[in-house]
């Protein structure tokens, strides 16, 4: 019997030739992420009573979800941060203005295939995309990798999903996962291993591929991945300084279940309040007045998010009465992105350019709603009350559908535009 | 050696049309206005404050109750504060059809008993507020005010044994 992708990558680092599903291991992760939070998990981290992190080599911390610092409370965080970092000699720092936790983890070289990541950050399943183990973990245990450096994992089983087809113009990565999370459930993949394969993942681009395992955690998954190819290689040179090796499931790997999407008719995709799993076309919410729109986040705020957008507002404006806010992903995306004249083509269309970070995707700052207001957001979760008030609306969808709405003040098909 | 069998009042966490609800996650738990709160003794007001038809909870939990929810507890983000808040309150267990796979793994690593029963939504009529539950954590074996049995998934022995230590540090400790 073959194995899959989550057997093999964490057997090897076990160091055995192979594990059961179910089996619990302790293994040490190659990258452990935290962000913000550090500054509760150093608290954590000093109660064990060790004086020294165990391999300050693994640790990477970004500051970004409540970047520049929004009030005194949350300074006093990063500082605690900033101290903690100097303390103990990590060198993976990364500051407020250098983006999202789950987009600087990459393009700073700290995801690679077969490595094993954790992290404290419920979309740390963004990193298979470039064929990691990568799960979300909790902030005592963070602390306890910090001070021993090893961790429990238990096997998990697998589900393969293969997209097949062809993607209609205007559908997108996010359309395709938010169609994927409607039929399965937020509940769909509960501690499950999912390994995204087929014709499309293979066509899809590294930022569309980080979407998929990005948003894998909104049906359960302890992880997402998808097979490295000859585009994971270039994405990651002169990034990644040393050899690793790529690890692929068994083509006879045993799974819970492999699911086959036909993708050659969705049409664009929304998430309707108040779960991620309340999913239908767009042509059912047609018309559904926005007071904002928010192209971004650790799900699309990469460079073909925004060229997205661009291309819809390019040379026209919001409508009145909507706000728009971009942020893109990290310094790097906004840097392309103002290179290629994205930016200017955004803003002058009536965005509102927000620095790189989390921003009002968690409801702490930089554009949190009222009672009543609705936003349409490209972001990963749209839990009641998750962007200010419990009393305003959050819908989930692309980037294409979002720009679209913005240009008209309602939920608009961006095939129509 | 802590007891292996808790006992607690019920809270069966239901959806204003009786239903049990599904898909409680971190935000209806622990909203994320109250992320600034490092003191776990300060969560415990916060506990479910978000959750319709619930936002009293905290003023009614008291210390050995046990909760009870439908599919997918604690779905979402992978903060411990609503672990916390729950253990702030004293609440002794949570039982649920399913769990978010974050939320089980920070529950096991701060010895708070999660317990897993496999179709609870089929039965949970049989199940009222202000009942009593027992519970085996090493067998799963669940009795209902003294009278009817159920049986529920057994804590596998990693969780055992960090609930037996307290939590994943002082584990940690013991086999150091």
Not at chain 2, 101 to 116: D, E
């Amino acid at each position: 019997m073959g194995q899959t992708f989550a057997q093999k990558v964490l057997a090897r680092k076990a160091g055995l030739d192979s594990v059961m599903v179910g089996q619990i291991l302790t293994i040490r992760p190659d990258k452990l992420l935290t962000h913000d939070n550090t500054s509760a998990i150093a608290g954590n981290f000093r109660k064990i009573g060790v004086q020294r992190m165990a391999d300050p080599s693994i640790s990477v911390i970004v500051l970004d979800h409540v970047v520049p610092a929004a009030n005194e409370t949350y300074a006093a965080n990063h500082k605690t941060v900033r101290e903690f970092v100097a303390e103990q000699g990590i060198a993976a720092f990364y500051d407020v203005g250098e983006g999202i936790c789950h987009q600087v983890l990459p393009e700073k070289g700290h995801a690679w295939p077969g490595a094993v990541i954790v992290g404290s950050d419920s979309h740390t399943p963004t990193h298979g995309a470039f064929g990691a183990f990568s799960a979300g973990i909790g902030r005592t245990e963070a602390a306890a990798v910090m001070a021993t450096g090893e961790i429990w994992l238990r096997v998990p089983e697998s589900f393969r999903l293969l997209i097949n087809g062809t993607l209609p113009a205007r559908v997108s990565a996010k359309d395709v996962i938010l169609h994927i999370i409607g039929d399965l459930r937020a509940d769909g993949a509960d501690y499950r291993s999912v390994e995204f394969a087929g014709e499309i993942v293979q066509a899809m681009s590294i930022a569309s591929r980080m979407v998929l395992t990005n948003m894998a955690a909104e049906m359960g998954a302890k992880n997402g991945v998808v097979e490295p190819d000859e585009k994971t290689r270039a994405w990651l040179k002169g990034r990644v300084d040393h050899d690793y090796e790529e690890i692929f499931a068994d083509p006879d790997a045993p799974y819970d279940r492999v699911i086959a999407y036909d993708v050659s008719t969705l049409a664009p995709q929304v998430a309707k309040p108040h779960t991620v799993d309340n999913v239908v076309p767009v042509t059912e919410v047609l018309g559904t007045k926005i007071d904002q729109g928010l192209i971004g986040t650790c799900t699309n705020g990469r460079l073909e998010d925004l060229a997205a957008a661009a291309e819809i507002l390019r040379g026209k404006h919001i409508a009145p009465g909507v706000r728009l806010l971009v942020l893109p992903a990290s310094r790097e995306v906004l840097l392309e992105a103002v290179a290629q004249g994205i930016v200017t083509d955004l803003v002058a269309a009536g965005a509102t350019l927000l620095n790189p970070g989390c921003g009002p995707c968690l409801g702490a700052h930089e554009g949190c709603m009222a009672p009543g207001e609705t936003t349409i957001s490209t972001a990963n979760r749209n839990f009641k009350g998750r962007m200010g008030s419990k009393e305003a609306f959050t819908y989930l969808a692309s980037p294409a559908t979002v720009a679209a709405s913005a240009l008209t003040g309602v939920i608009t098909d961006p095939r129509e535009v | 050696m802590k007891e292996t069998t808790i006992q607690g009042r019920l809270w069966v966490l239901t959806e204003p049309d009786g239903a049990l609800y599904d898909d409680i996650d971190t935000d209806m738990i622990f909203h994320n206005r109250y992320l600034h709160i490092t003191d776990v003794a300060q969560m415990g007001q916060y506990a479910l404050d978000n959750l319709k038809g619930w936002e009293d909870f905290a003023k009614k939990a008291q210390p050995g109750d046990i909760v009870m929810a439908g599919r997918n507890f604690g779905s979402g983000s992978s903060r411990q504060q609503a672990v916390d808040c729950f253990q702030a309150l004293g609440i002794s267990a949570i039982v649920a059809e399913s769990f978010g796979a974050i939320y089980k793994r920070n529950a096991i690593n701060s010895g708070l008993p999660l317990v897993t029963f496999p179709n609870l939504t089929a039965i949970a009529a049989q199940f009222e507020n202000g009942a009593t539950l027992a519970i085996n954590l090493e067998t799963g074996e669940a009795v209902l005010n003294d009278e009817t049995r159920f049986q529920a998934d057994p804590l596998s022995q990693v969780q055992m044994d960090i609930y037996q230590a307290g939590n994943l540090f002082a584990y940690g400790k013991t086999v150091l």
